[in-house]
């Protein structure tokens, strides 16, 4: 099953952001994920966009390999430097169907 990483980061500081660009694709790709997007063009079309100035998507094979990529110790030192400049979230959600209706999707049952 599918999982993705969705990160929403309002910048304060971008200092951090060459380094983090240039490097985290590739720790990502060990972990088997891989970016879906990276992209500042956010548009609401129901509610207020939320006050951030990215979000990326990333999807990894399972959750052990996104939480592998988060723990990893090669991340840590980028992850630091994103927290000091940003103010982020990160959240994670699996590809399965709550309501069970949508059968390319994978249900929890």
């Given amino acids: 099953m599918a999982h ?3 990160a929403q980061v309002k910048v304060n500081d971008d200092s951090w952001i060459p380094d983090y660009a240039a490097k985290v694709h590739d720790l990502v790709h060990r972990h088997g994920g891989k970016y879906l997007s990276r992209s500042g063009a956010i548009t609401a079309l129901e509610g207020d966009a939320p006050d951030v100035d990215l979000v ?12 592998a990529f988060v723990a990893d110790p ?5 992850a630091k430097a994103r927290q000091d400049g940003t103010n982020s979230q990160f959240f994670a ?3 399965s169907d709550v309501a069970g209706t949508i059968p390319y999707l994978i249900t929890d049952s």
Avoid: T
Avoid at 56 to 67: D, T, V
């Fill in 4 to 6: 993705f990483l969705i």
């Fill in 56 to 67: 990326a998507i990333i999807q990894f094979p399972s959750m052990e390999a996104l939480q």
């Fill in 74 to 78: 090669e991340y840590a030192p980028f």
């Fill in 93 to 95: 959600i699996d590809s």
